[in-house]
């Protein structure tokens, strides 16, 4: 299986570069796994797909404001530090821009002073361990300076942080958001819920390794990046009995898929816990947890649209983003959706 067999011609004009002013209103393109069959609706229309006693299940996590700006101690060379992983309350793990000068003792400061950081390592894949300083809580400072990080085809800035956020976030801890669930609203979740359909929580932190390109041409050497996960016994139950009574299990994006992928037994009953996932999935995969998935348009010779293709059949996949090309639909993360039913 080779990468290059999950390329697709893109039009950089179709990447979406700001979100729409009413999430549900994004195009949704509805897939039937077995035909091929495409219907084009708009997403406030899933509620028609959903049926009493399926399982929706929900990613939490929430993008923490990652990207720091600052300046060398010294000289005042602009930095921009990128949030990867906290070790401790004052220590995270980086990317720093310009990296090169960024060895042990470097220090930089943010916010005229209000943040202070040293770099103590330098660690695999040019990583930085650095230790910061301040007064007050750090997720309060953080909130002040900190930048939403966007992935790199979003050129423009974003007005308002939170719609680079799900309605329903709650463990801070991504890098980037889990981006089919940008399209809910709570009105929409709650029409969800009064129909008789079942709501269930998981939480993987999303990270930067999400946006990294498979750069070997063979997809089975791929070296897959690894995510914190954690699915709590009350969601685990709610996920089983509803497939113990045989309802559908419909998971919302490819971060709540590997979440359930990863923790599900022989019989795709999901055990609770966590830990880390580095998971690949990717056609000839069999799935044990999910029956259906709602998710975005992804990169051509993406890790993501492999999943997908795992899930649908590639060439029902490529058949129906050949089609959003031509119909013009908004692509990636402030994109048009599509539901796997």
């Given amino acids: 299986m080779k990468t290059s067999d999950f390329y697709y011609d893109l039009p950089e004009e179709l990447i979406a570069q700001t979100p729409l002013e009413d999430r549900t209103s994004s195009k949704l393109m509805v897939v039937d796994k077995k035909t091929g069959e495409l219907e ?3 997403f406030y229309d899933i509620l028609d797909y959903l049926e009493e006693g399926d399982c929706l299940v929900l990613n939490d996590t929430k993008v923490i404001p ?8 010294g000289t005042g060379a602009r930095v921009e530090f990128l949030l990867l992983n906290r070790l401790d309350i004052n220590r995270w ?4 821009y310009p990296g ?11 916010g005229n002073g209000l943040l202070n950081a040293t770099v103590i390592d330098v660690v695999d894949g040019g990583k930085r361990i650095v230790e910061f300083s301040y007064e007050g809580t750090f997720e309060n400072i953080l909130d002040k300076l900190g930048e939403m990080p966007l992935p790199p085809y979003i050129t423009h800035k974003l007005e308002d942080k939170n719609r680079y956020q799900t309605v329903y976030a709650v463990h801070e801890g991504s890098a980037a958001a889990p981006t089919a669930g940008l399209h809910f609203t709570d ?3 709650k029409k969800i819920e009064q129909k008789g359909i079942k709501i269930a929580r998981v939480t993987l932190h999303v990270g930067l390794g999400t946006f990294r390109p498979v750069k070997v041409e063979n997809v089975l050497e791929h070296e897959m990046h690894s995510e914190f996960y954690n699915v709590e016994q009350s969601q685990a139950d709610i996920i089983n009995n509803a497939k113990k009574n ?9 971060t709540s898929t590997r979440t359930l992928e990863s923790c599900a037994d ?16 990717y056609p000839g995969y069999k799935f044990k947890a999910i029956d259906c998935l709602i998710t975005n348009f992804h990169l051509p010779e993406s890790t993501l649209i492999m999943l997908v293709s795992a899930l649908a059949g590639k060439e029902n996949v490529f058949n129906a983003y050949n ?12 994109g048009d959706a599509m539901f796997l039913k």
Avoid: W
């Fill in 66 to 73: 990652a990207r720091l700006i600052g300046e060398r101690k």
């Fill in 323 to 334: 089609t959003a090309v031509k119909e013009r639909y908004r692509f990636f993360s402030f």
């Fill in 187 to 189: 009105e929409l979740l």
């Fill in 100 to 110: 090169k000068k960024a060895k042990p003792g470097y220090e930089i400061t943010f």
């Fill in 266 to 281: 022989e019989n795709g009953m999901i055990q609770a816990g966590c830990g880390d996932t580095s998971i690949f999935i």
């Fill in 93 to 96: 793990e980086t990317l720093v």
């Fill in 40 to 42: 084009h609706k708009h």
């Fill in 246 to 254: 045989g309802k559908r299990i419909i998971s919302v994006g490819t």
